[in-house]
C-alpha cells in the first residue's frame, strides 16, 4: 500500500486529524527544512485551514477522496492564487498570482493540504537546484550532494519525509532526474495529459507538470487527479481520462520491453550495471527483452537546448518590469533603459545564456539553420519512437547518466547539459516515462531508471513500474522529516 492510502485509512478512521497530521510535517519542516532547502516558502496558516476542512469532510463523511486532507507540496513555477510564486528567480520575488495552475486547483478541489512551495532551478533551467536565487537544495541521502534538478525542492521535500507527494514539472527531465537522484517515483505525462494552465512557461512545447512520490500507486493516484482535459490548455487532450491507479495490478506476463543501446552509450558503469540487473529481474516476470535501434536519439539533446531556449527566449521576454515582479531600484531615463536594468539585475547568467541562445537561433539567418533545423529532427525522433513501440510495450533506460553529484561541482555549460542525455529524448518525442529506483550506488545512493511508454500509454508504464517496485525492495526513507 502506498503512503496516500495508508494516511487515509488512518484519516477516514478517525485515528488521526488532517490538523495532527499537517503540524507534524509543518514542524519537521521547522526543523529540516534549514538543512535541506527544500522548501523556499512555507504557507503554514493555508495548510491549518485545509487540514481543518479535510476534518470537517471526514466527520461529515461528505466530498471525501483519497487526496483529502494529504499534506502535499508544489513547485514554485505553479502558479497559487495569492502565494508567492518565483520560479526561484530575482526577477519574480513578490510575484502573486491571481489564479490557481489547474493542476493545482484540481488537488485543491479533493482537500489537498500544500505544506509550501518547493525549491527549483531558476525557470526551471538546470540539472542540479543551484540557480535557485534561494540557493541549492540539498539530497535526504547525503547533503553535500545535489538532489537534481530542476524540480530539486519537491524531490528533496518528498525524499526528506517533509511532503506526502509533490508536483514538479519536466521539459527535458525535471522530474525523473530529481527523482532518480533523490530515490523516488517521477512521472513526466504525455505532452498534452496534464493542463499547463498556471505553469510558468519555459518552453511551451515541452513542459509537462508532473508527480513525485514514494512509491507508485501514490504517483498514479495524483496522476489520475489532475491528468484530463482542461479549457484553459488548448494543448491538454480533449479526450484522455487515465485510470492508472486502477490498472497498477494488471497481468504484465508477456509484455516486451525494449532496449535502446544509445541511451546507455553514456551512463556511469555502476547506474548501467543497476538498469541491467533491473531488466533481468523484468524477464524473470516473464517479460521479453527486444533490443532497438533509435540512431535519432544522438541528436536529441542539441535538439532539446535549440528548441528549448527558442521557446524561452520568447516566454522570458515578458518579465520586463512592468507587469510582474522585479523592477530595478536604480535611475533610468527612458522605458528601455528601465527594462534593461531590470531584467540585468533580475535574471542569472544560466537564464540569460538560454534568452541569448534562444534570441540568436531564431534570428534571421540563423533560424533555417538552427530552430527549424532542430523542428525537423523533432519530427525525425517523434515517429521513430512510434516506430519502436510496433516492437515493445515499453522501454526501459537509465533515467540519468551518474547519481547525485555533490553539490558545487564546476561544470562547463555543455557539461551540465549532459545530464539531460537520456531525459530530454523523451520531451522532443513527447511520450510518457516514469523514473523509479532500481539499486543504490557504493556510497549508498539512489540509482534511477525509466520506463518510457507510447502516448498516452502512462497506464501500461505505471503498471509495469508497480509490479518491479512489488518485486523488489529499493524504497528506503532517508532520515529526515515525519517517520511514518
Ligand atoms: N535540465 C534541463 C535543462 O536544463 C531540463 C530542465 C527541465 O526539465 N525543466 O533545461
Redesign the pocket.
Known amino acids: 500500500m502506498g503512503r496516500i492510502e495508508y494516511l487515509h485509512k488512518l484519516l477516514k478512521h478517525r485515528e488521526l486529524s488532517a490538523r495532527e497530521l499537517a503540524k507534524q510535517y509543518l514542524d519537521a519542516i521547522d526543523r529540516d527544512n534549514t538543512a535541506l532547502n527544500a522548501y523556499v516558502n512555507v504557507t503554514r496558516e493555508e495548510a491549518l485551514e485545509s487540514a481543518q476542512k479535510a476534518d470537517e469532510a471526514f466527520r461529515k463523511g461528505e466530498g471525501v477522496g483519497l487526496l483529502t486532507g494529504i499534506p502535499m507540496a508544489l513547485k514554485d513555477n505553479i502558479s497559487t492564487r495569492g502565494t508567492e510564486t518565483t520560479c526561484c528567480s530575482k526577477i519574480l520575488r513578490g510575484y502573486k498570482p491571481l489564479y490557481d495552475a489547474t493542476a493545482w486547483s484540481r488537488l485543491k478541489a479533493q482537500g489537498a493540504v500544500l505544506l509550501g512551495k518547493t525549491n527549483m532551478?531558476e525557470f526551471?533551467?538546470?540539472?542540479s537546484c543551484e540557480t535557485s536565487c534561494f540557493g541549492p537544495a540539498h539530497n535526504p541521502f547525503d547533503i553535500s550532494r545535489s538532489t537534481g534538478?530542476?524540480s530539486g525542492g519537491s524531490a528533496g521535500a518528498v525524499a526528506g519525509n517533509l511532503a506526502v507527494y509533490s508536483l514538479g514539472?519536466?521539459?527535458?527531465?525535471?522530474v525523473r532526474?530529481p527523482a532518480a537522484f533523490c530515490g523516488l517515483v517521477g512521472l513526466k505525462p504525455t505532452y498534452g495529459a496534464v493542463s499547463r494552465s498556471g505553469l510558468v512557461a519555459?518552453a511551451s512545447s515541452l513542459d509537462q507538470i508532473g508527480p513525485m512520490a514514494q512509491t507508485v500507486e501514490d504517483v498514479a493516484i495524483v496522476f489520475d487527479a489532475i491528468a484530463g482535459a482542461d479549457p484553459l490548455d488548448s494543448t491538454s487532450s480533449k479526450t484522455y481520462v487515465p485510470q492508472t491507479f486502477k490498472n497498477l495490478n494488471n497481468d504484465i506476463k508477456g509484455k516486451t520491453i525494449g532496449i535502446v543501446p544509445q541511451l546507455f552509450s553514456e551512463v556511469s558503469s555502476e547506474v548501467a550495471q543497476a538498469v541491467e540487473s533491473a531488466l533481468k529481474t523484468f524477464e524473470g516476470m516473464g517479460i521479453n527483452l527486444v533490443s532497438i535501434d533509435i540512431p535519432e536519439i544522438h541528436y536529441a539533446l542539441p535538439a532539446y537546448h535549440i528548441l528549448?531556449c527558442a521557446e524561452a527566449s520568447s516566454n522570458l521576454a515578458r518579465y520586463d518590469g512592468v507587469r510582474f515582479g522585479h523592477r530595478t531600484g536604480e535611475g533610468f531615463a527612458s522605458v528601455n533603459e528601465m527594462m534593461i536594468k531590470t531584467r540585468s539585475e533580475g535574471f542569472s547568467q544560466e537564464v540569460k545564456r538560454r534568452i541569448l541562445m534562444g534570441t540568436y537561433v531564431l534570428s534571421k539567418g540563423y533560424c533555417d539553420a538552427y530552430y527549424k533545423k532542430a523542428q525537423l529532427l523533432r519530427e525525425g525522433l517523434s515517429t521513430a519512437f512510434e516506430k519502436a513501440f510496433e516492437k515493445c510495450d515499453a522501454i526501459l533506460a537509465p533515467t540519468a547518466p551518474t547519481t547525485a553529484f555533490r553539490t558545487g561541482t564546476q561544470l562547463s555549460p555543455v557539461e551540465a547539459?549532459k545530464?539531460?542525455i537520456c531525459?530530454?529524448p523523451v520531451?522532443i518525442a513527447g511520450v510518457p516515462a516514469v523514473s523509479l529506483c532500481c539499486g543504490y550506488s557504493h556510497h549508498e545512493l539512489p540509482v534511477g531508471m525509466q520506463l518510457i511508454g507510447r502516448r498516452f500509454g502512462e497506464e501500461a508504464i505505471m503498471n509495469l513500474a508497480y509490479k518491479f517496485q512489488q518485486n523488489t525492495d529499493f524504497v528506503r526513507t532517508a532520515d529526515w522529516g515525519v517517520r511514518l
Open positions: 532551478d526551471a533551467m538546470g540539472s534538478g530542476s514539472s519536466d521539459t527535458g527531465g525535471s532526474q519555459f528549448a547539459y545530464a539531460d531525459t530530454a520531451n
